[in-house]
Every structure is written in structure tokens, then in C-alpha cells.
């Protein structure tokens, strides 16, 4: 499927939009991805410290976003954590090495989350992007949204701007190979092209992604359609058009050789 990104990831998104709360995040007071409960965010503080210290260890300097996790779940723990009752690291060390297994392999998921999302975007959180306005005209910093898009990734290699809802979104393979029918469809008809010209190569903090762009044309052959606006501002890319991103550049050719046969 198309999964696409909420702005909040809330179970009642009706509560989320309310007059209210679009009046609280556009005075910043809105905490977003947050969640009050204790436990919750004690087992999160240990996991997070946990992952701090191996990457510390493993490969030197510590991505950001994994220092603003931390400091989210701070603001919720059991206070003994903070002012030296409890020993954080034996507290870890015990949980991670004896016989509590789902703790373990929660410390090793939330690692290789950070892994593939360090992977697929580099340090983002030191990165900052101009300001986004989302499908609910909510102003959010493309930085911190882009952040939030890149952690639901769940192993997707493709994702694209969705022009109409003005969101980016991964994308599944049966939809994707859906998508893929539907252009052939009309580049058959010359209603859209694709040129070799536009395939990039994008630098995203020093991490590779290649994209293809479908392009529409009027009955007169002239270009149309509306620049991609997600491309704009993610990647400093101005381009009219409908524009995917892939990690693997095998896969970019490949789909763009299928789809140049149908040209006319």
C-alpha cells in the first residue's frame, strides 16, 4: 500500500486536528509523538540510552535525532532515573543480559531502526529545511517532518510527494507496480513522457538517492502539470512533475527502461 505520513501520529486524528490543538501547534506549544505514560517512556529512556552507548562505542559521533528522542522521554520518567537513585547503566546492563529477553530484543530493533534510518538520510536532525505547510495547512518544519516520514520507512525502497494531499509517502510494491500500469498507460498515448535527462542522483546528508520523474503534456505537446513541491524543498530540486525516489539505482533503471519502451 501507499502509506502516507500523518502529520501526528495519533489514534484519533479528528481529536488531533481540532481547532484546538492546529491553535496549539501553531503556537509550537503542540508536542507531537509524545506520549505521557511513565512505563512507557522509561522503557524507551533505558532503549535509547542503550543504543546512545553502542553507537558511541561502535561508530563514534551519535546522530541527533537520537539525543531529541531521549530528551522527550526524559520529560516523562520516574525521576529516580534522573537524580541517581536508580543506575541507569546497570539497570540496562541487567535487563539487556539476563534473562529478559524482550528487553534485549527491544534494544536491538530500536537500534537497527536508528541504523536504517541514519542509512536511508544521514544526520537529518542537524539539518535544516525551509518551512512546509501540510495537507491540513498546518506550518511544520520540514526537518522534524521529514524525520517523522523517514522513521515509518518499513523497509520501503521507493517514496514519492503526493502533489494533491502535499505529503511524502512510502510506497508498497502492488501499488507501486499499479502506479507504474497506469503511467505506461498514458505515455502509450503520449499524454506523458519520460526522459533519461531527468533521472537524478540526489544527495540527501551524504546519503545517495536516485529519482525519475513522469512528465504530462497538453494536446498541443507542451509541458504542463505542477512543479513537485516535495522535491523543492527536500532536495533542492525544482522540477514539473511526477517525481519517485529510489535507494537502489538497479531499480530506478530498470523501471525507467520499461517504461521508455511505451514512448512514442
Request: charged letters at 30%; a neutral charge.
Amino acid at each position: 500500500m501507499f502509506r502516507q505520513v500523518l502529520p501526528y501520529t495519533h489514534k484519533d486524528t479528528n481529536d488531533a486536528f481540532s481547532p484546538e490543538n492546529v491553535a496549539k501547534e501553531l503556537d509550537g506549544d503542540f508536542k507531537q509523538n509524545e506520549t505521557t505514560n511513565e512505563d512507557y517512556n522509561n522503557y524507551m529512556f533505558l532503549t535509547t540510552t542503550y543504543c546512545i552507548n553502542k553507537w558511541k562505542k561502535e561508530k563514534g559521533i551519535v546522530p541527533k535525532i537520537m539525543y531529541d528522542d531521549l530528551e522527550v522521554y526524559k520529560k516523562y520518567i520516574n525521576p529516580n532515573y534522573l537524580n541517581g537513585k536508580y543506575n541507569v547503566k546497570k539497570t540496562i546492563n541487567s535487563g539487556y543480559n539476563d534473562d529478559d529477553t524482550d528487553f534485549k530484543k527491544g534494544c536491538d530493533d530500536e537500534y537497527k531502526k536508528y541504523k536504517d534510518i541514519f542509512k536511508i538520510s544521514g544526520d537529518i536532525s542537524r539539518k535544516d529545511y525551509c518551512k512546509i505547510i501540510t495537507n491540513n495547512h498546518i506550518g511544520k518544519s520540514s526537518k522534524d517532518y521529514f524525520v517523522d516520514f523517514m522513521r515509518q520507512r518499513d523497509g520501503a525502497k521507493v517514496m514519492s510527494y503526493n502533489q494533491k494531499v502535499k505529503e511524502w509517502g512510502w510506497m508498497d510494491e502492488p501499488i507501486y507496480v499499479e502506479q507504474m500500469k497506469l503511467y505506461k498507460k498514458h505515455i502509450k498515448t503520449g499524454r506523458m513522457k519520460i526522459d533519461e535527462y531527468n533521472n537524478g542522483e540526489h544527495d540527501l546528508n551524504g546519503v545517495k538517492w536516485y529519482s525519475m520523474c513522469i512528465q504530462q503534456y497538453d494536446d498541443d505537446g507542451n509541458l504542463c502539470g505542477n512543479i513537485d513541491i516535495g522535491s523543492m524543498e527536500v532536495f533542492s530540486y525544482m522540477i514539473t512533475g511526477y517525481v519517485y525516489y529510489y535507494k537502489n539505482k538497479t531499480d530506478r533503471d530498470t523501471m525507467f527502461s520499461h517504461l521508455n519502451k511505451y514512448q512514442k
